[in-house]
């Protein structure tokens, strides 16, 4: 990326992060936002709550223009954010007092929801008010503040780790007046998503390269995620017309592979396409267990069209919930496509459903047999008018096998339901 | 953590991370390997190919007793790992040749299969074979090494980035010479976890602090996570009496609320106690989507326990498929305790299970009213001898209502299921 951007460093406090014990949302969300925005994101720092690891961490990011820490706000001890912003920015603590007032607030209420004297909140909430001197906060995500700090013209801001918290708290952020002035000095670039559904990460790769590859001012990315492949372009002045060459070339080479050139996940799309129609949608799940109803109603305003889905593991609930003949699943299996058939058409009928997907396969680690292994999964899809079936062998553990289905299984969809190529708006020029 | 273990630091670089496009699995990796061979992970850094990022990454990588840098060992101008190591170390880049003719083996077979000729290979070869001067290679992934480096009695270890093959080669760090020396100063920490259901972050964190909190030879981390407060000792030598005096502590301030002294989580214990007594196990789901069949069906082995679920998202499919009378949802509402406590009937009918556990609520962000509230969220769960209800109101955005939720729902079972503190092991002592 261009060297003219303000430099951005996002410093994630967190033990069990550090340790490895649990992985990492808010560095990547926080850094794809400041991308997103226009700034630089060219570190990610993750330490624990010894102090001088997180020191040496705030005090290497505060060279940055802006400086984005996350966790350590809560009201106890090891909880030390704040305290290390005031030390090496050579601060006072001071309380907030209208700050305390409103913490104060939540705690109460907390307090008598828990049927606990409040003075056992009493000393977190004098902790959590206390601010570098000069600092201001931003808003409250539970009792945790979200703080901002200007020092020699850089910016430091402070927000909680429970990634619901810090993404709510992130707006005030952008929409403070320091990080604001930090915006006004760049345009944020021009950002182009391309996604496809097909095609392999290297032939992406490929077909880029031999379109001539990224340049001044055009950086590319190219992401495998789920079976999908997400293709990011970040353009700066002077880099619009090799974009541009770039972007043709995919769209010429994968023109019916391409799903969306916004960024609305497939779930969106299926339930988008439903609606246009009146259609109403349910979906039949073995191996993947409840994902596919979880990704789709995962989105706002999901209930207008789909109506419910049935999580048929055993046996037993296939032919109870969704009304696969036993004959059926005695002669051919539960994982076969006559089961996925009978699956997809008993939640049409059960559900009373339009539109239906069925999954079924072999997660793994065990289960599977020399003739149908650890990761075969046939799908079904119906509509009114159409059907459609796959049936795929996925690499990998537990988790791909049943995140790859759920994503075969949208897809799945999508496809029955859009023309291929219609989705993505129609190329300007 | 005791300042007596050897530091060790992470450096990841890959431009997709830093920007946030992808999450980084390495660095977790390599933090809880580290931890469990009793060397203490201080630090992960994740940078993009920016140089002047990647040097002063490695640079301050360096003064921890061991550094491990993923990524950047590619054939390609853009992978820079091995280069700047060298010149951050004031070494030249000398060619191994015993390693470019190993490397040139692995590539004249890629070239065969790809049909092209080995010349276009030759000079990412010999760029791959290029190591800092006194560095040895610990063997080939693909065409990249691991390259191992001592400075000044610290370590230097550079891994490929894609998972599969670093994982395969960290096996020959820990096996080598170097590494081998800095373990055996240490031994490996004792690990004790505590997990609560019930108490807040902030009740537990005061009483360790009443029983005397942490010290030398003991790290206490206390982390909250969908409703659950974990709680994590790093024993060192000398602080056996204190973590036991911390653990006792805990015992008997919240006897009924700790559900776990190990790493299984909830839905695990759930399975396992259905197990126990030869019950079969259901769900119905509105708000949480699916999300509860997803946890359960997350455990390898589950499918023996698990008959199914059913998503009732919409009235007409708790109706249809569980069998809720329309008068009740008229009169009650869908989000009801009436609601919930039929759709768990329902659901131990329709699918034939013993044990089955209801939720229905209001995710958001829509659909709240002054009434109901988005947030709110009923829960009912009914085994063959005992049946338990919930009413709660969940902070947070649509995530964390059905995140929590599901996990209230999981608790549920596990209270219905289990008597409390029976779970934990029983105290030694």
Redesign the interface.
């Known amino acids: 990326m261009s060297a003219g951007r303000p430099r951005a460093v996002v410093v994630v406090t967190?033990?069990?992060?550090?340790?490895?014990?649990?992985?990492?949302?808010n560095?990547?969300?926080?850094?794809?936002?400041?991308?997103r925005l226009g700034l630089e994101?060219?570190?990610?720092?993750?330490?624990?709550?010894?102090e001088a690891?997180l020191e040496?961490?705030v005090r290497?990011g505060l060279e940055a223009d802006l400086c984005v820490l996350t966790g350590g706000l809560?009201?106890?001890?090891?909880d030390r954010t704040v305290e290390v912003l005031a030390r090496v920015t050579g601060r006072r603590l001071v309380v907030d007092e209208a700050l305390e007032r409103e913490i104060e607030r939540v705690s109460r209420a907390?307090a008598e929801r828990?049927r606990?004297p409040y003075g056992?909140?009493a000393g977190?909430v004098r902790k959590q008010a206390s601010l570098p001197e000069g600092a201001t906060a931003l808003g409250l995500a539970?009792t945790a503040p979200a703080v901002l700090l200007q020092v020699d013209g850089r910016v430091a801001v402070a927000l909680p780790g429970?990634p619901?918290?810090l993404?709510?708290l992130w707006s005030k952020v952008v929409e403070s007046g320091p990080v604001g002035q930090l915006l006004e000095r760049v345009g944020a670039p021009e950002r182009r998503v391309l996604r496809f559904f097909g095609p392999s990460e290297s032939a992406v790769a490929r077909a880029l390269d031999e379109a001539g590859g990224e340049g001044e001012g055009l950086?590319v990315?190219v992401?495998a995620?789920d079976l999908e492949i997400?293709v990011?372009f970040v353009v700066e002045p002077g880099g619009e017309a090799r974009a541009e060459a770039l972007e043709s070339a995919l769209r010429d080479r994968f023109p019916a592979e391409l799903f969306a050139d916004d960024e609305r996940p497939v779930e969106e799309l299926v339930l988008q396409a439903c609606r246009s129609r009146g259609w109403?949608l349910?979906?039949a799940?073995s191996s993947?267990?409840?994902?596919?109803?979880?990704r789709?109603?995962?989105v706002?305003?999901?209930?207008d069209v789909?109506?419910?889905?049935?999580?048929?593991?055993?046996n037993?609930?296939?032919e109870?919930?969704l009304g696969v003949p036993r004959e059926l699943l005695a002669t051919h299996g539960a994982v076969s496509a006559e089961a996925a058939e009978a699956m997809a058409v008993g939640a049409r009928e059960?559900?009373?459903v339009d539109v239906a997907v069925a999954v079924t396969g072999i997660a793994?680690?065990?289960?599977g047999t020399a003739d149908k292994p650890v990761g075969l999964v046939f799908l079904h899809g119906q509509s009114p008018e159409t059907a459609a079936a796959r049936e795929v062998h996925l690499p990998g553990d537990?988790?791909d096998v049943?995140a790859r289905a759920t994503a075969l299984a949208l897809h799945l969809l999508r496809r029955l339901l859009i023309q291929p190529g219609t989705n993505a708006r129609a190329r300007a020029g």
């Open positions: 967190g033990s069990e992060l550090v340790r490895g014990d649990r992985r990492d949302a560095g990547p969300y926080l850094a794809a936002e400041l991308g994101p060219s570190r990610i720092v993750i330490v624990g709550d010894a690891e040496a961490a290497d809560g009201p106890t001890h090891d907390v828990l606990r056992d909140f977190g539970g429970p619901g918290e993404r709510r950086a990315t992401c995620r997400h990011d109403k349910g979906a799940e993947t267990g409840g994902l596919v109803a979880a789709l109603t995962s706002p305003g999901s209930s789909f109506v419910g889905g049935v999580v048929a593991y055993a037993e609930a296939k109870a919930a059960r559900l009373g793994g680690p065990g289960g537990r988790d049943r």
